[in-house]
Nanobody, 125 residues
Framework: QVQLVESGGGLVQAGDSLRLSCTAS????????MGWFRQAPGKEREFVAS????????SYVDSVKGRFTISRDNVKNILYLQLNSLKPEDTGVYYC??????????????????WGQGTQVTVSS
């Protein structure tokens, strides 16, 4: 089974940018879709963004539209999430995940079967 490892998190100030990476141990091109979720302290894990196999279709939760960009490199087996104009409410642990059946729009965690261990993003005001 493919393993996912996130990196790139950190402590930044409001308005700063970060780029998260998710490296897969096996070819990501075989996965129909990949996504990013996040979990803030005391809250449930929520959908952030997703991308289909070819990278031609993406979905975002409304709160990050225009600020975050998801992309993937199927040759390097890496999923990315560019986070711009960060806000304190973006603070949380960010997880990448893979699904065998990509569906557009905001999707539940249950549709993703493979998960990484998460990377912490903290945005100070």
């Amino acid at each position: 089974q493919v393993q996912l490892v996130e990196s790139g998190g950190g402590l930044v100030q409001a308005g700063d940018s970060l780029r998260l990476s998710c490296t897969a141990s096996a070819p990501t091109s075989s996965r129909s879709g990949m996504g990013w979720f996040r979990q803030a302290p005391g809250k449930e894990r929520e959908f952030v963004a997703s991308i289909n196999r070819s990278g031609s279709f993406t979905s975002y939760v409304d709160s990050v539209k225009g600020r975050f960009t998801i992309s993937r490199d199927n040759v390097k087996n890496i999923l990315y999430l560019q986070l711009n104009s960060l806000k304190p409410e973006d603070t949380g642990v960010y997880y990448c995940a893979a699904t065998s059946l990509f569906r557009p729009g905001v999707r539940p965690m249950s549709e993703y079967g493979v998960w990484g261990q998460g990377t912490q993003v903290t945005v100070s005001s």
